[in-house]
């Protein structure tokens, strides 16, 4: 491509063309740059706009619905965003993030500035999916039942008692507080013990430190102190436990006042029997508050036979006299944004009072 000394024509033109490969180079190493500059700047507020609304919605599924805004901010900003929307609807955060940022060399071509935005929308729902979930498990519809009645009040799930072993609240008067409800859970199983055992759902991704073949009162306790590590995702077939360690009534007394997730289930898996009988099918998460163990919980016959029911009038032998039992004294709190677990997935269903919930992006 030398130019020939001689010829001013022909050099011209080629000078002409060079310009014009020039221009067509460098806007082609602009669009490389600035380009790649551009992408890496558009993921970056991405990032920023999925961590601010995660952050927003995790205020909003703590019950913290003033601080969202400006979490939502902080976190956006952190991560780079100068200028961040934030809206709130529902149960959804929406949040825009944007930066303004210096091109390099598309600065020749005109363009010096440009703006770059992400939009992302994170919800708070009730959790498929929960960690450090405690190792009880109740029937679901008692659960909802109560938790819509009784919500705020004591209320008692059944640990154990003596020989005769399902206090059964049509023969022993139940409703402790004389408000028209009964006050106690009752697990199905072997005598009626609410104990759960993860072992099975226990994965290289959620570890579990307590967990151990079997069912004993140290893993039990364990997980009362600290929860189970594992994730239980809904359906799953959990084990059931046994027996009536007093041991683990110190443990529940370490919790008091704590807020927990409990597994609630629907019925049982017909496959996969562990020691405990067939697994319970565990497809949803209740929220309780720990008022500590109760070491001997008074019921006593039922004066009036329950319709459907039978009364101490008709089957006396059933109900000789008071029936002393364990149990674990909770409250369901009545505002549904209680409990939340972090590491859990979304049902779609939106929080209610006695749930446990999660926050995932959904946009
Ligand atoms: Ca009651
Ligand atoms: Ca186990």
Not at 39 to 62: H, I, P, T, V
Request: charged share 20%.
């Amino acid at each position: 491509m030398m130019p020939k000394r001689h010829d001013f024509s022909e050099q011209g033109t080629t000078l002409v063309y060079l310009a014009v490969i020039l221009v067509v180079l460098v806007g082609f190493v602009a669009l490389a740059v600035d380009g790649g500059f551009l992408y890496g700047q558009r993921q970056k507020m991405q990032n920023a706009a999925d961590a601010a609304a995660m952050a927003g919605a995790e205020r909003l599924c703590r019950g913290m619905g003033t601080a969202v805004t400006s979490t939502a901010t902080r976190y956006a900003t952190l991560n780079g965003a100068d200028d961040v929307s934030v809206r709130v609807d529902g149960w959804r955060v929406r949040v825009t993030a944007r930066r303004t940022v210096e091109t390099y060399f598309a600065k020749m071509l005109g363009i010096s500035q440009v703006t770059i935005g992400a939009h992302a929308e994170a919800t708070c729902s009730e959790a498929a999916s929960a960690c450090r979930v405690w190792p009880l498990g109740l029937n679901r519809r008692d659960w909802e039942g109560q938790a819509e009645h009784s919500c705020g009040d004591l209320l008692y799930i059944w640990t154990g008692g003596p020989p005769i072993d399902a206090p059964d609240c049509d023969v022993y008067d139940c409703d402790l507080d004389g408000d028209g409800d009964d006050d106690i859970f009752i697990a199905e199983g072997p005598q009626n013990r609410p104990w759960l055992d993860f072992t099975r759902q226990v994965s290289p991704e959620f570890p579990d430190s307590c967990s151990q073949p079997g069912i004993g009162a140290a893993e039990l306790r364990c997980e009362i102190l600290h929860g189970s590590g594992a994730r239980i995702e809904t359906p799953a077939c959990v084990d059931r436990g046994f027996g009536s360690p007093a041991s683990v009534g110190n443990a529940i007394n370490a919790r008091r006042g704590d807020r927990v997730a409990i597994a609630l289930y629907d019925g049982f898996c017909p496959r996969r029997p562990g020691p405990g009988g067939r697994p319970y099918r565990v497809t949803a998460f209740g929220c309780v508050t720990v008022e500590g163990w109760v070491r001997d919980l008074r019921l006593t016959c039922r004066t009036t036979p329950r319709e459907g029911g039978c009364g101490c009038g008709r089957r006396p032998p059933r109900c000789r006299g008071p029936l002393h039992i364990q149990a674990i004294a909770v409250r369901i709190p009545c505002n549904p944004m209680a409990c939340f677990t972090s590491c859990g997935t979304l049902s779609g269903n939106p929080p209610r009072a006695g749930g446990v919930n999660a926050v995932g992006l959904t946009r």
